[in-house]
């Protein structure tokens, strides 16, 4: 059964700084990986995916990294804003989507 | 607009009452599936469905049904809800289960069992 993980499970930055969010899994056998974000009694919304056969993705001020070899995936937000606080959370894709508990991210104005 | 709809959003209901959750997608996507989000548990995938009549079990199936019987709809039903199925449901939808292929979620139904 695939397990996944986000460390940390908060964060507070002030404005401007870079976040680095990490998600890691244990079983590499993947379709792909997808970030979401999802505010507070929201739905989701996906920033990225990343397939499986690929090694990063970007869209704007975000990169998210995978390392199937060692079962890791990383989320990039350049220059943090404070409309970048939310839950961020990552989920792999075999069958089905195997989520991370998420990583809330405050950015202090 | 291509989308993934639930209705209700909000339900407030008593235990046992049968119960149907609406799920439909306007982007002629094969695969849909149920999750539901609880504090500290995360979001888990109660059912999932290939195709049309093609369905199955995922994590957290007791206490809930579901049918596949147009591409676009996937009804949750509950027969007779328990306070335990208090929860934030989604409903999502991929063209095929494969590594090219984002899956995209409603924006959810806060149910409520009394």
């Known amino acids: 059964k695939q397990e996944v993980t986000q460390i940390p499970a908060a964060l507070s930055v002030p404005e401007g700084e870079n976040l680095v969010l990490n998600c890691s899994f244990t079983?590499?056998?993947?379709?792909?990986l997808q970030w979401f974000r999802q505010d507070p009694g929201k739905g989701l919304t996906s920033l990225l995916l990343?397939?499986?056969?690929?090694r990063e993705q970007t869209s704007g001020r975000l990169n998210a990294s995978l390392d199937k070899s060692s079962g890791r995936s990383t989320l990039y937000i350049a220059a943090s804003q404070p409309g970048d606080s939310a839950t961020y959370l990552c989920?792999?894709?075999?069958?089905?989507?195997?989520f991370g508990a998420g990583t809330t991210v405050t950015v202090r104005a | 607009e291509a989308q993934v709809t639930q209705n209700p959003r909000y339900l407030i209901t008593v235990t046992g009452k049968k119960l149907t959750v609406t799920c439909s997608q306007n982007?002629?996507?094969?695969?849909m599936s149920w999750y539901r989000q609880d504090p500290g548990l995360g979001l888990r995938q109660i059912y999932y469905?290939?195709?049309?009549?093609?369905?199955d079990k995922g994590d957290v199936p007791e206490g809930y049904k579901v049918s596949r019987k147009e591409k676009r709809n996937f009804p949750l039903i509950l027969e007779s809800p328990s306070p335990n199925q208090t929860s934030l449901y989604f409903c999502?939808?991929?063209?095929?289960?494969?590594?090219?292929?984002?899956?995209?979620f409603g924006p959810g139904t806060r149910l409520t069992v009394l």
């Open positions: 989920a792999t894709n075999d069958y089905k989507l195997s």
């Open positions: 079983d590499s056998a993947i379709y792909n």
């Open positions: 999502a939808s991929s063209f095929r289960q494969s590594s090219y292929n984002e899956q995209f």
């Open positions: 990343i397939q499986s056969s690929q």
């Open positions: 982007m002629n996507h094969e695969y």
């Open positions: 469905s290939m195709n049309v009549e093609v369905t």
